[in-house]
């Protein structure tokens, strides 16, 4: 079990996603505001990219761009693009989603005053 | 110039969607036509391209001259092909049916509804093509999102509906999104025929472990898979009844595709048959759908939601089709998705025939209603026969295909759950006759006028499909055989 503590005590970019994921499902899970809901699941989203970004570091590497046209190539010592690219496309997939959910959310506000899931769940009935 | 059909069948769709809004400007009543235009022309080019691919073997579409792994793949199999056919012509019959019935309110709007049915086509499309688990990700995004704007188009209820779909959804594809840097962490790559060649020799991982699951679950989400399913019923049931047949007969079952593409081509056949228990898991998820979603359609009174829950059971049937590891069984479980998405077009056509026409939302509604229409009993009839699974239709066919694979598998459970899935269905649908034929007390006294064109043409297609599919289902099956069939199974 300490161990256990231990060993993940030692990745804390991965227990800052495990807790920023956790934190986003909870406030989904249990808010019944749905503008709450939304942030939560911006959280959620947030947190996959930042696990995305984590796994990408590389220590001491530089943007990918050839140093030199004539000396061999070091793959150590460039970054690798892809996840970051991975990262952006996310990011744009994630405004869409947060945009369609806000407006939703403004035309249910119009539609029956209240934002609150209980209300209108009352007001459906 | 035959290579490039891939990528013409996604841009065809994708580009009418983003210039709709341009050329139509001045002229509304033109994004009807232009529509239906493009999506004849859809249909067209990808049987071109189901011949070209049975004749000529598969295509790797490479996108700018980058070839896989670096660069992004399409691949144009025979099971991707097939399914685009499927994808073209339901979505070319969800058009013309909509055109009598688009919500009258949009105005202005009924540009971006159709904007957003070409998008989500284009999406489809996209799906079914992907070589690299990314892109999958980003193309079952935008159709999601097209969905969720499609679902909540006609207000009041629908919004909500549209909003809880949005939140799973995007949970599902967060969760997605994870199980797919898990697998990039391990293996470096995303494509998925450069992964098979690296997954073997990292079984042990974790990570690997991890990720099929976050994948599974996400996917699972978005296919309505049963612990999931409770988005489907609200979101299809309130949506416009123009857009129920497009999205309960595609959306589902491109999810489905896209799991079956993980099983079989990211993990290769002999490993996912002899190596990890997922072909149990799925079979016994699939078993739960079946019996769980039969059941729950038999308490519902009103009629999309009967029709949506029966879908939920059926997408059951296809995965314990999928999952019994042998030739006949992923055979007829892709044969039963294609059946299963015409028959769902088809349910979901009379339903909203019935509410335009006569304005009936409630199966004790259509009892009282007194004069029938021989359109909405005849095709009636004709799709319960397709859903029960009676000879010639279809449906029987492939319920045939699915026990022959699960008895050679040996897997007796997946027999008893297809079996009692269809005594299930047999159930509604009798509780549906028995309220269609009754003679009630009080009658609805509806003024009805002819029935539209439109309404008449998508009926008769759907239901002469399903017969049809169930007469040529030994040339069909066969194809899928020949050329559909995943490596090493």
Known sequence: MVDAILAVLQRPSFLTFVILFLWGFYIMVTRYNLVKKLIGMYLVQTSVIFFLVSISVKKGATVPVLLSTTDPVIAASYANPLPHVLTLTAIVVGVATTGVGLALCAAIYQKYGSLDEQEILERLE | ?489
């Open chain 2, 1 to 489: 110039m035959s290579h490039q059909l891939p990528a013409i069948l996604f841009l065809l769709p994708l580009f009418a969607a983003i210039s709709m809004p341009v050329v139509c400007l001045k002229h509304r009543q033109w994004s009807y036509s232009i529509s239906v235009a493009v999506l004849a022309a859809m249909v067209l080019v990808s049987i071109l391209n189901l011949h070209n691919v049975i004749h000529h073997g598969e295509i790797r579409y490479v996108f700018s001259g980058w070839t896989a792994p670096l660069g992004i793949e399409w691949v144009a199999d025979g099971l991707a092909s097939v399914i685009l056919v499927l994808v073209s012509v339901l979505g070319l019959l969800g058009v013309v049916f909509t055109g009598s019935t688009s919500p009258k309110d949009l105005g202005g709007r009924i540009i971006h509804y159709y904007t957003l049915i070409l998008l989500l086509v284009s999406a489809l499309t996209g799906i079914v093509f992907a070589g690299d688990l990314f892109n999958l990700f980003v193309f079952l995004e935008v159709a999601a999102i097209s969905s969720y704007a499609l679902i909540g188009v006609a207000g009041g209820r629908a919004l909500f509906a549209a909003f809880r779909y949005l939140i799973l959804g995007t949970l599902g594809a967060s969760l997605y999104l994870l199980g797919v840097s898990y697998l990039y962490a391990v293996t470096g790559t995303l494509n998925m025929s450069d992964m098979v060649d690296k997954l073997p020799f990292l079984l042990s991982s974790k990570a690997v472990v991890g990720g099929l699951i976050f994948m599974f679950i996400g996917l699972g989400i978005k296919m309505a898979l049963v612990p999931f399913h409770s988005w489907l019923p609200d979101a299809y049931t309130h949506a416009p009844e123009s857009i129920s047949p497009i999205l309960a007969s595609l959306v589902t079952k491109v999810a489905i595709l896209a799991w079956i593409r993980i099983i079989y081509w990211v993990f290769n056949a002999s490993i996912v048959i002899n190596d990890i228990p997922i072909l149990l898991l799925v079979s016994v998820l699939g078993t739960l759908a079946a019996v769980i979603g039969g059941g729950l359609a038999l308490a519902q009174g009103n009629l999309k939601r009967l029709f949506a829950y029966g879908g939920i059971s059926h997408i059951g049937i296809i995965l314990i089709g999928i999952s019994q590891g042998n030739q006949t069984g992923f055979a007829g479980g892709v044969f039963y998705l294609l059946n299963d998405a015409v028959m769902q077009a088809g349910l979901f056509f009379l339903a909203g025939m019935a509410f335009y026409q006569y304005g009936i939302r409630t199966i004790d509604d259509l009892g009282r209603l007194g004069k029938h229409s021989p359109w909405l009993t005849g095709s009636l009839i004709v799709m319960a026969l397709g859903m029960i699974g009676l000879p010639p239709t279809g449906g029987f066919f492939g319920k045939w295909y699915i026990i022959l694979g699960a008895l050679e598998a040996g897997n007796y459970v997946s027999v008893a759950a297809v079996l009692l899935s269809t005594l299930l269905t047999l159930a509604y649908f009798v509780k549906l006759f028995e309220a269609l034929f009754r003679q009630p007390a009080t009658q609805l006294n509806v003024q009805s006028g002819d029935i539209p064109f439109s309404f008449k043409l998508t009926l008769g297609i759907t239901s002469a499909a399903i017969i049809i599919l169930g007469l040529f289902s030994a040339p069909i099956v066969q194809l899928l055989l020949d050329h559909a069939m995943p490596p090493g199974l």
